[in-house]
């Protein structure tokens, strides 16, 4: 196995994969162990409450943040930042860890849909219901992965802190929007959208650390002794300067 492959597995492969099981094991202690137990007894009610309170403006509202964490938008979007990034910094390791980063979260998402089968919740459905199960939310998970991977990106380049507080509070606040949209429109039970903050965010997190982390080296490991690349350090014969 290559140098690479192997930190592949190690700092990516690996951990999206615990993330997976995880996943899983939280999905059957929701739907098959603690269902009866507080607060999950109270989920329905949850639901319930917002659809009594569902009105013209905020179904319009709803729509739209529904609409930001839709696949067919999450794909444009992540698409042309990736490309925003790459034609910007001149450099694949931003791009890169976007598209890893929301990738890593669908898979876990599509995996986790298969192994654990919850019902929507028992209200009216505003959306038309995609075939997968209601646990964890896709909506949510990809918002989560994309939006806060953006601040993320935008917080470390911003010079000042009210620049970081300013890309975490405006672009940490779509994925609320449509964690609240997706139980508003029938679509989720409260903790369906809570576990999709859990996915995306330790997407952002693993991918962070794999690829936007400066200090690891991917490829084969320097020897001591040895010269980086590009002759930045003299031969041991040359002469002393100054």
Request: hydrophobic fraction near 55%; proline fraction near 6%.
């Amino acid at each position: 196995m290559s140098a690479i492959a192997a930190q592949v597995a190690k700092r990516v492969l690996l951990p999206v994969t615990l993330l997976l099981a995880f996943m899983v094991l939280l999905g059957l202690l929701v739907t098959r162990v603690l269902d009866d137990v507080w607060p999950f007894t109270v989920e329905d009610t949850v639901n319930r409450g917002l659809a009594a309170d569902r009105t013209g403006g905020w179904n319009d509202v709803s729509l739209v943040f529904s609409t930001l964490a839709s696949t067919q938008l999450i794909v444009v979007v992540t698409v042309l930042v990736a490309l925003v990034l790459r034609l910007v910094l001149h450099r694949w390791r931003e791009p890169l860890f976007l598209c890893a980063a929301v990738t890593a979260q669908a898979l876990v998402f599509l995996l986790t849909t298969m192994a654990i089968d919850r019902q929507r919740p028992a209200v009216e459905h505003m959306d038309v219901s995609p075939p997968t199960s209601s646990f964890p939310s896709g909506h949510t998970s990809a918002s989560v992965a994309l939006y806060v991977g953006i601040a993320l990106l935008l917080a470390l380049r911003a010079r000042s802190t009210a620049g970081k507080v300013t890309w975490w509070t405006l672009l940490v606040l779509v994925p609320v929007g449509v964690a609240v949209t997706r139980m508003y429109r029938g679509m989720h039970h409260p903790s369906d959208v809570v576990a999709s903050f859990v996915n995306g965010g330790t997407c952002v997190v693993i991918m962070a650390r794999a690829v936007l982390n400066r200090s690891l080296t991917w490829g084969r490991a320097k020897l001591p002794g040895r010269a980086p690349a590009g002759g930045d350090t003299p031969p041991a014969h040359a002469p002393a300067v100054g």
